[in-house]
């Protein structure tokens, strides 16, 4: 008789969100970030686990570079982000030597420390896991949603930008969602447009509509469009709290938003 699943370190949390995207610099982790912080807001305690091994840009963006994850009896400990301790977060990047050390591992290795990241880290009682991956549909992915399958509701939030390459790209993403079982919780198309801070009025850039276009097809949510916001950039680049700090900015409707309808 097969075992049954070792509910493990995540029995306490009670959703679990994987970000997607079909390739990289179209705001994955920007978003990741943000759902993270804008769930907090709300009253939400949240996990951050960033499995971007190759890239992992969540410590940078939440201002935790260089801080040490600790072991005790149940696991690792996660790194606090902030003084009330509403967000924890796990990353590669807490495990590398300097910020400029590359993950130059093949496969098998890759995936050993994905399914350590998901048994071995005491997340504690969590309200929502968000899981920044890598870009594409890689072996992580696999080895990722077969780690988190156990711990449902296990959801994917797809983001892309307007551009049909991005659009196409996603699609693949969208299938490999339905492959392999995972709910889409909805499409987020991110740098859609870019308002002018003079006179407001909005560019589409990328053009504009595509990841609304491409979750009507695909029957599932379209949770919003984030337009291009220079103080959104730059609220990264500081490691800032934009949800706090940005109330008027043009990026924020549409990302605080988006808390609400996962
Ligand atoms: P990915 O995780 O998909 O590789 P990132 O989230 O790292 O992409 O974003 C790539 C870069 O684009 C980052 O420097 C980030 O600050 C910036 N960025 C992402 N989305 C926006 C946006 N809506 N407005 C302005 N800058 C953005």
Redesign the pocket.
């Known amino acids: 008789m097969e075992a049954a699943a070792e509910p493990g370190n995540l029995a306490g949390v009670r959703h679990i969100i994987l970000v997607l995207?079909g390739k990289?610099?179209?705001?994955?982790?920007?978003i990741s970030t943000e759902l993270a912080l804008a769930l907090r807001h709300a009253g939400k305690k949240v996990g951050i686990l960033d499995v971007d091994l190759c890239?992992p840009?969540i410590p940078r963006m939440l201002r935790a570079q260089g801080r040490a994850v600790h072991q005790c009896d149940s696991g690792w400990v996660p790194v606090f982000v902030d003084q009330e301790q509403s967000i924890s977060l796990m990353s590669v990047g807490f495990l590398l030597e300097s910020p400029d050390e590359a993950v130059v591992w093949r496969g098998p290795k890759k995936n050993a420390l994905i399914k350590q990241f998901v048994s071995d880290v005491a997340w504690g009682q969590l309200d929502y896991l968000v899981v920044d991956t890598p870009?594409g549909t890689s072996d992580e992915h696999m080895a990722t949603v077969e780690a988190l399958r156990p711990y449902s509701p296990l959801g994917a939030l797809v983001v892309t930008t307007p551009q049909a390459v991005s659009v196409g790209d996603v699609r693949r993403e969208l299938t490999f969602c339905r492959k392999t079982g995972l709910q889409v919780v909805g499409v987020v198309e991110?740098?859609s447009g870019f308002v002018c801070p003079h006179c407001a009025e909005c560019t589409n850039v990328f053009s504009r509509g595509g990841g609304e276009e491409l979750a009507r097809l695909a029957g599932v949510p379209f949770l919003g469009s984030?337009?291009?916001?220079?103080e959104?950039?730059r609220s990264?680049e500081e490691g800032r709290d934009f949800i706090r700090d940005f109330p008027n900015s043009p990026?924020f409707p549409a990302l605080s938003s988006i808390a609400q309808k996962v």
């Open positions: 995207s990289g610099g179209v705001g994955k982790s920007t890239g840009s870009p991110n740098m984030v337009p291009l916001d220079p959104l950039t990264l990026a």
